[in-house]
């Protein structure tokens, strides 16, 4: 498809149709990566303000829900969209880690109710840690390798953690160290 035709406003239903699947396949799912992966299925190569308004148009007439996320330093937050209204007010029930060999995705592409799944798992998994321990672990298994607390992967995990406890899925215990809830 020419970026003509998709900025075209005959084909705005279609287009809208495959923005729902699309969420509906890699939910939850930033505008980012979304208009990514629309432009790549198109066989679109260049974007442009043009594009990438058309892009956020088409994203918003979907109606689907979305959460708009903000790491700490962000001007503007990112979109996130989820197929299911109900998936994004807690948990995610999984998280996504890159396919062997290949790169994570970027923190701000992450919802924070994915990588809170992967804090709980993470907690479990290593029978309770403290709380920079766990930023790093969870870290790494979503993928990343470096874990500075001023990066992006940390500030997300950070995030995580915060969301979960207020999810009240981890407590503290004596120790001091995080663990999912109803595990002593």
């Known amino acids: ?69 903000m790491l700490d330093g962000e001007d503007e937050g990112t979109n996130i969209y989820w197929a ?33 799944r992967a804090v709980i798992d993470t907690a479990e998994a290593q029978f309770g840690l403290p709380r920079e321990s766990l930023i790093t672990e969870t870290a790494k298994a979503l993928g990343f390798s470096r874990t500075a607390s001023n990066t992006d992967c940390y500030k997300l995990c950070d995030q995580a953690v915060d969301y979960a406890f207020r999810q009240d899925a981890l407590n503290v215990d004596d120790n001091g160290f995080i663990k999912p809830s109803g595990i002593n």
């Open 84 to 116: 299911d209204k109900e998936a994004y007010l807690g948990i995610c029930p999984f998280y996504r880690v890159p396919v062997i060999g290949g790169k994570p995705r970027k923190a701000h592409d992450i919802a924070v109710q994915e990588a809170a």
């Open 1 to 69: 498809m020419s970026p003509e035709t998709f900025c075209d406003p005959l084909y705005t239903k279609a287009l809208t149709e495959l923005v729902v699947r699309i969420v509906q396949a890699e939910s939850p799912i930033s505008f980012d990566l979304l208009s990514s992966e629309m432009l790549e299925m198109l066989g679109i190569t260049k974007s442009s303000a043009k594009i990438k308004a058309r892009c956020d148009y088409l994203a918003r007439a979907s109606r689907l829900p979305f959460t708009t996320q």
